[in-house]
């Protein structure tokens, strides 16, 4: 099974700064790599796709980047909306999860 | 709009059975394959069961596998979650996901999720 692990756990960050949130997988899943934001008490909602490709309706701020096996979900200017819990996901073999980042304000 | 709306969640005892059921609309269901993921209270997410658009392939978790059946009624635009001897750790809350994109490898395709139902909650005590 192909672990995920996201790092920092935890971050906090001040609104209109920039996230830089990792993710690394056990081996290599080319560019089979999602994230996920999830608010409290709410559904996961698609934020990017094929490692880089936001999905329909995610606003520009939001990049992803990385190929194999180390990712990088960048936020560039941090609104008051985006902090919540985000989480990677492979999609090369199964659809493990990272354990997340939960993305604080400061 | 597409839409996905679990329901069927509930108080079981352990070694009990429940099943889930999620409504889809907005959407072609039958040209997509659909998914149960799941996350226990304050823990991440687990992808729990996977099934084709037209149920040719069904894929399962191992924590899952020998306990759970997920099918679907293309007729009613309906996917089911069949839980058979529940375990504690199976307390969770279980969502419903339609696949995005995927990658093909061999006969086997795994699958990002792009549209998610707001969860049933599951819970699995005596």
């Known amino acids: 099974e192909i672990v995920m692990m996201q790092s920092p756990a935890s971050l906090s960050v001040s609104p209109g700064e920039r996230a830089t949130l990792s993710c690394r997988a056990s081996?290599?899943?080319?560019?089979?790599l999602a994230w996920y934001q999830q608010k409290r008490g709410q559904a996961p909602r698609l934020l990017i796709y094929g490692a880089s490709t936001r999905a329909t309706g995610i606003p520009v701020r939001f990049s992803g980047s990385g190929s194999g096996t180390d990712f990088t979900l960048t936020i560039s200017s941090l609104q008051s909306e985006d902090f919540a819990v985000y989480y990677c996901?492979?999609?090369?073999?199964?659809?493990?999860f990272g354990q997340g980042t939960k993305l604080e304000i400061k | 709009e597409v839409q996905v709306l679990e329901s069927g969640g509930g108080l079981v005892q352990p070694g009990g059975s429940l099943r889930l059921s999620c409504a889809a609309s907005?959407?072609?269901?039958?040209?997509?394959?659909m998914n149960w993921v799941r996350q226990a209270p304050g823990k991440g997410l687990e992808w729990v069961s996977g099934?084709?658009?037209?149920?040719?392939?069904?894929y399962y978790a191992d924590s899952v596998k020998g306990r759970f059946t997920i099918s679907r009624d293309n007729s009613k635009n309906t996917l089911y979650l069949q839980m058979n001897s529940l375990r504690a750790e199976d307390t969770a809350v279980y969502y419903c996901?339609?696949?995005?994109?995927?990658?093909?490898?061999?006969?086997?395709?795994?699958?990002?999720?792009?549209?998610w139902g707001l969860g049933t909650l599951v819970t699995v005590s005596s």
């Open positions: 996901q492979q999609y090369k073999s199964g659809g493990t």
């Open positions: 907005g959407f072609s269901f039958s040209g997509y394959a």
């Open positions: 081996q290599s899943v080319s560019s089979n």
């Open positions: 996901a339609k696949r995005g994109t995927y990658y093909k490898d061999g006969s086997n395709y795994y699958y990002n999720f792009d549209y």
């Open positions: 099934i084709t658009g037209d149920s040719t392939t069904i």
